[in-house]
C-alpha cells in the first residue's frame, strides 16, 4: 500500500489549504479502512487531524472540525484535505495515512508534505 500527498508547499494566511492523497494497492472503499491525515508542526508532536471512512462517513479532531472538511474521488482512490482560513499555525508536515478498524491508529504513511503559510 502506498500513499503520497500532494499540493501546494505555500499557502497565504487567510486561505484555504487543499492536500490529496493518491492511494495505490489498495482501495479507499475497502471495508473497515480510514483514511485520515495527521500533521505535525516543526518541534510539535502530532496531532490527528480527521478521517474519511471506507463508507464514506467523515471524521473530525473537535479542535479543528470548523475549519476542515475531508473528502473523496473514488474514481482515482484519492481523498482530500481542505482547511480552511489558515495562519502560520498551521505549518506543519501534513501525512495522509491508513488505519484499520481504528481512526488513529495508522498502519500505513505518506512520505509527508511541509506546508508553510506566509504571505
Known amino acids: 500500500v502506498q500513499l503520497q500527498e500532494s499540493g501546494p508547499g505555500l499557502v497565504k494566511p487567510s486561505q484555504t489549504l487543499s492536500l490529496t492523497c493518491t492511494v495505490s494497492g489498495d482501495s479507499i472503499t475497502t471495508n473497515y479502512y480510514y483514511w485520515g491525515w495527521i500533521r505535525q508542526p516543526p518541534g510539535k508532536g502530532l496531532e490527528w487531524m480527521g478521517a474519511?471512512?471506507?463508507?464514506?462517513?467523515?471524521y473530525y479532531s473537535p479542535s479543528l472540525k470548523s475549519r476542515t472538511s475531508i473528502s473523496r474521488d473514488t474514481s482515482k482512490n484519492q481523498f482530500t484535505l481542505q482547511l480552511s482560513s489558515v495562519t502560520p499555525e498551521d505549518i506543519a508536515v501534513y501525512y495522509c495515512?491508513?488505519?484499520?478498524?481504528?481512526?488513529?491508529?495508522?498502519?500505513?504513511w505518506g512520505q509527508g508534505t511541509q506546508v508553510t503559510v506566509s504571505s
Open positions: 495515512v491508513r488505519s484499520h478498524r481504528s481512526l488513529v491508529a495508522a498502519d500505513y
Open positions: 474519511i471512512a471506507w463508507s464514506g462517513s467523515t
